[in-house]
């Protein structure tokens, strides 16, 4: 008789069965850190391009419900809801990142477990448990599956970001075991992201498609649906299709929590986390003083290979691709001192510094990338400056401000909450919220967490 277990069923034992009481202090405030900057970046990013398209599709498509959507004023059903507050919440690519699986893991998990508990009427404690429940079952199994599955091409917040949503869904379900395999199992089968949507519309409404594609599973598992428990070891199914085969043993669930170890990145600047180590020793360098920047003749920089297969974009002319472009990361740091939002406008995008200095930003993967430095700096950079009189200085950083080892203090979190927010919302209103999530486990009930601010808002150029 074999006692093989499948990799879904062994998550959905653990997370059907988890309460917040069993979380540790220091995961909850984590996952409350999370909880806070997804939504500020989602309402940041409802006002975008993107997150307007999302919102039209559902205009046709999304039946009534309790579910907030960011930028309008009535409520729709769940899965709807889940799609359009998680394509804003990617739509600025601030998000948060976990390096199991290299994955957004937030935007997706977070819109699917708000969206449910809204139906459902849960407590802030059962939405925060919820989330939990979402965070550890999509990072242990990217934990499994090792980076592999990122470095093979795959774009895993859209292959890995169901696991997440399902999971989370089916807790504020209220979902038994065998119900939350089957809800895993159904989001799994039909799950797929390829990074050929870098630098277009198609990575934010993928984000957006996984979320409600979790929502839609965990509602179909309630009804009784069915799917391949084990679709992650099967001949045909995510490892050996998406992973040559390669899968480790799951973490040890519920005595180690991935939301503290390794914990979650919560990004300081809105680009690609791939460009944040070479802002960031760049931002040394200069801070120096040995070269000013109108001295510069090249930025040189020596980065992982996983680096230069994200930032693809040499020459940006959007937004979104300049979210994935060293040179503008470099650049527009060089000029400017930092990148905010508005950096990210076509007019800066259009200057000529801007442009002249791009050109000088050089970059390339050397030998010196062994397994042991890319353990420790995953997307680490060398960042070299060489000067006009031949003059060079040369600095290391292993993780940028905001990794989980250098995290974002309490007040770096505050100001980019607010910045973010206040995009939509009155100072007032922003403040109210950012209260209620930092004591979330303390609310009644979480349908009025977004109201009365869910106005609809003015685009902006995505």
Same mark, same amino acid.
């Not at 601010?453 to 685009?459: I, P, Q, R």
């Given at each position: 008789?074999?006692?093989?277990?499948?990799?879904?069923v062994t998550l959905a034992r653990w997370s059907s069965g988890l309460h917040l009481a069993d979380v540790p202090p220091a995961v909850q405030d984590a996952a409350k850190r999370c909880l806070i900057d997804t939504l500020g970046v989602a309402l940041g990013g409802s006002r975008s391009t993107v997150a307007a398209q999302a919102r039209a599709v559902i205009a046709v498509t999304a039946g009534a419900g309790d579910a907030t959507v960011l930028g309008q004023s009535h409520t729709v059903a769940a899965p709807a809801a889940a799609f359009a507050n998680a394509t804003a919440a990617h739509a600025l690519d601030f998000d948060d990142n976990s390096y199991p699986g290299f994955v957004h893991g937030s935007a997706v998990i977070l819109p699917a477990a708000l969206a449910v508990a809204q139906m459902r009427d849960l407590s802030g404690a059962q939405?925060?448990?919820?989330?939990?429940?979402?965070?550890?079952?999509?990072?242990?199994?990217?934990?499994?599956?090792t980076r592999q599955i990122y470095d093979r091409g795959w774009w895993t917040t859209g292959v890995l970001g169901v696991v997440g949503a399902s999971a989370a869904a089916s807790h504020a379900l209220g979902l038994n075991a065998e119900q939350?395999?089957?809800?895993?199992?159904?989001?799994?089968?039909g799950t797929g992201g390829m990074k050929a949507g870098f630098g277009s519309d198609a990575k934010m409404l993928l984000a957006g498609r996984s979320s409600e594609a979790g929502v839609i599973a965990a509602l179909l598992a309630g009804t009784g649906s069915s799917g391949p428990l084990d679709v992650i070891e099967h001949e045909r199914g995510l490892a050996a299709m998406f992973n040559g085969g390669l899968l480790d043993p799951l973490p040890d669930l519920g005595n180690s929590w991935r939301l503290t170890d390794p914990g979650v990145d919560i990004k300081r600047v809105p680009v690609c986390l791939?460009?944040? $180590?070479?802002?960031? *020793?760049?931002?040394? @360098?200069?801070?120096?003083?040995?070269?000013? !920047? &109108?001295d510069i003749d090249a930025i040189l920089c020596d980065v992982p290979p996983i680096v230069r297969q994200n930032l693809v974009h040499d020459a940006p002319v959007t937004r979104q691709q300049a979210q994935f472009s060293m040179p503008f990361a470099l650049a527009c740091t060089a000029l400017f001192g930092d990148i905010t939002l508005a950096s990210l406008d076509a007019a800066v995008l259009a200057r000529a510094d801007l442009q002249q200095l791009m050109k000088r930003v050089h970059m390339q993967s050397s030998p010196?990338?062994?397994?042991?430095?890319?353990?420790? $700096?995953?997307?680490? *950079?060398?960042?070299? @400056?060489?000067?006009?009189?031949?003059?060079? !200085? &040369?600095g290391f950083c292993a993780m940028p401000v905001g990794s989980a080892s250098r995290p974002l203090s309490g007040p770096q979190l505050h100001r980019?909450?607010?910045?973010?927010?206040?995009?939509?919302?009155?100072?007032?209103?922003?403040?109210?919220?950012?209260?209620?999530?930092?004591?979330?486990?303390?609310?009644?009930?979480?349908?009025?967490?977004?109201?009365?601010?869910?106005?609809?808002?003015?685009?902006?150029?995505?």
């Open positions: 008789m074999s006692d093989f277990t499948p990799s879904l939405l925060l448990a919820a989330f939990v429940a979402g965070a550890e079952c999509e990072y242990a199994l990217a934990k499994a599956l939350t395999a089957a809800a895993l199992a159904l989001a799994v089968t791939s460009s944040h $180590a070479a802002i960031d *020793a760049l931002r040394a @360098l200069l801070d120096e003083g040995e070269l000013r !920047v &109108e010196r990338w062994d397994p042991a430095l890319l353990d420790a $700096a995953p997307e680490g *950079a060398w960042v070299k @400056l060489v000067g006009r009189d031949g003059r060079c !200085v &040369e980019k909450f607010m910045h973010c927010a206040t995009a939509v919302w009155t100072v007032p209103r922003a403040q109210r919220l950012f209260d209620d999530l930092t004591r979330l486990d303390q609310l009644a009930d979480v349908r009025g967490l977004l109201n009365d601010g869910a106005f609809t808002v003015e685009t902006t150029e995505s």
